[in-house]
């Protein structure tokens, strides 16, 4: 178990220290798994704000907001951080482990004679790799990955057990694949001899002519998946492949677990796409954008930078930039606000409708 000293955390995470800072940290738990801290060390508990700091345990160790009194809760030694969340991210990616692969490659393994594989590249059990495939220095691939022809993955790259990459993908350095996600499967493109019928409740806007049997064609995708660096994929999600030219996935982009990225569609740098985000094909999304759970995207939708669309928001037309939209069809924010206003309102309106139509009638009756 990896063990650092207090001191040695908060400058590790450039944040400041109180109490004893010699006492060794093996690892983070929630206050109430915390308990009084020995010689030997222990673990040091996330208490950023005074309702989590009530379970903490006499003696022990914490993470406390600026401004917390650490005394006040009988700790040994703290930790103050100016920005709760960020130093969360310092110390959880202090105390992974990581996956667990042995150096070198697993003689249950195939590769290729003619991929070249970097430095100190750690290839787990059952994984394929392809054709003239090229894996940076670093990198890990974990136990039944697969690496189709002429992909190329860049440095430091991690690939979690299952995970599918096509041929003709290119990842930069520091990508990371969760377990079961797939880049570079065939996008969902097809077509009919004649026009069908999506094509024309396209142009009618719902009405239908003739209604007869219909075939649908395959249209190959041709083109590959380029991915940017520092780039992150969640669980069983998929980022297919383009028709012709490819589909692209900007640098610092994280990617949700169960999310689907269509064919041709081009993703900015630092985007951020929840669970089970939808973007349909041959649409552009721009830099900094944050599309939270369930949003859809249509087809050929352009969404400009900074744009934020709240959960399970349906977008079907063009999103300025720095826009922040929610709802069914999306709308700016504060109207959808006053959308749900006006419907909660609407049964008691129905009831002084229905008020007034008795009072009408009675009136008509009378006069």
Known sequence: MKSVNIGELAKALDARSWGDTSLPVTGAAEPAATGPVGPEGGVIAMAMSPKYAEALKPGSMAILAEGMDPEAYGLKAAIFAPRPRLLMAGLTRTFDPGLDIAPGIHPSAVVDPSAQIGADVAIGPLVVIGANVRIGAGSRIAAHVSIGRDSVLGENCVIHPGARIAHGVTAGDRFIMQPGASVGGDG???VTPEESGIEEIRRTLGARADIHAQHWTRI?????VEIGDDVEMGANSTVDRGTIRSTRVGSGTKIDNLVQVGHNVEIGSDCL?????GVAGSSRIGDRVVLAGQVGVSDNIVIGDDV???GATK???RVPAGRVILGHPAVKMETQMEIQKAMRRLPRFAQQLAKLQETVTRLLEKG
């Open 220 to 224: 190959h995708s041709l083109g590959g």
């Open 308 to 310: 934020i669309a709240g």
């Open 188 to 190: 969902f493109s097809f």
């Open 315 to 317: 977008i079907f037309s």
């Open 273 to 277: 796409l929840c669970g089970l985000v």
